[in-house]
């Protein structure tokens, strides 16, 4: 089945530590795109992806970082400079980079604490 | 003031009742518009989306869309149990390098009493 599979599902950091949270989909989108809620909140976008080789930071990019150089993978890297990254992670895609009314397909999540 | 806010909530309706959620947005560029239903621990799913003006049915669930006054609505008719959970709006800016961007309100929980 297509969909967008997320991994790890629960993942603990520790201080100090950089940690990648995996994003692969094989619905042949052309956008990605990483979300973090933190608990009662929205959603806000932290990076994405239009088109391989290429990303851009969203509205909270500080202490993360990001690489597409598959169209099917948009790994996401939580550095030891965010400070606070216990949260419920996002992977998403949208079929078609150029579109306006996309539909917003999401991964399963991923939930990373800091022990 | 957020791009996207929703009523705070939480909402309680009685099962069988109406459930209104509404959504305010500030920018009038804006031009696609998105209803996320979010049970607890799990990811957001798509329940309606709507682009022009007026209301969009779908079974229990109507979108109201008024551009003019920047608002956008989710009535959920015949309430059930199973319709507990957050509900998100969720804004599109338009096309061109933010195509596909969406900006999101922080939700409002519902839930429904049997």
């Known amino acids: 089945d297509g969909g967008i599979t997320q991994s790890p599902k629960y993942l603990f950091r520790k201080e100090g530590q950089n940690v990648t949270l995996s994003c692969e989909q094989n619905l042949n989108h052309d956008a990605m795109y990483w979300y973090r809620q933190d608990p009662g909140q929205g959603l806000r976008l932290i990076y994405y992806?239009?088109?391989?080789?290429?990303?851009q930071k969203g509205d909270i990019a500080e202490g993360y970082s990001v690489s597409r150089e598959k169209k099917e993978s948009f790994p996401l890297t939580v550095t030891s400079a965010q400070k606070n990254p216990t949260a419920f992670y996002l992977c998403?895609?949208?079929?078609?980079?150029?579109?306006?009314?996309?539909?917003?397909?999401f991964g399963e999540g991923s939930w990373l604490t800091v022990v | 003031q957020k791009e996207v806010e929703q009523n705070s909530g939480p909402l309680s309706v009685p099962e069988g009742a109406i459930a209104s959620l509404n959504c305010t947005y500030s920018d009038r560029g804006s031009q696609s518009f998105f209803w996320y239903r979010q049970y607890s621990g799990k990811s957001p799913e798509l329940i309606m989306f709507?682009?022009?003006?007026g209301d969009k049915e779908d079974g229990r669930f109507t979108a109201q869309l008024n551009k003019a006054s920047q608002y956008v609505s989710l009535l959920i008719r015949d309430s059930q149990p199973s319709d507990s959970a957050t509900y998100l709006c969720a804004v599109n800016m338009g096309g061109g390098t933010n195509a596909g961007k969406s900006t999101f309100g922080d939700g409002t929980t519902l839930t429904v009493k049997p």
């Open positions: 998403a895609s949208t079929p078609d980079r150029r579109a306006s009314g996309n539909t917003i397909y």
């Open positions: 709507i682009y022009s003006n």
């Open positions: 992806s239009q088109i391989v080789n290429d990303f």
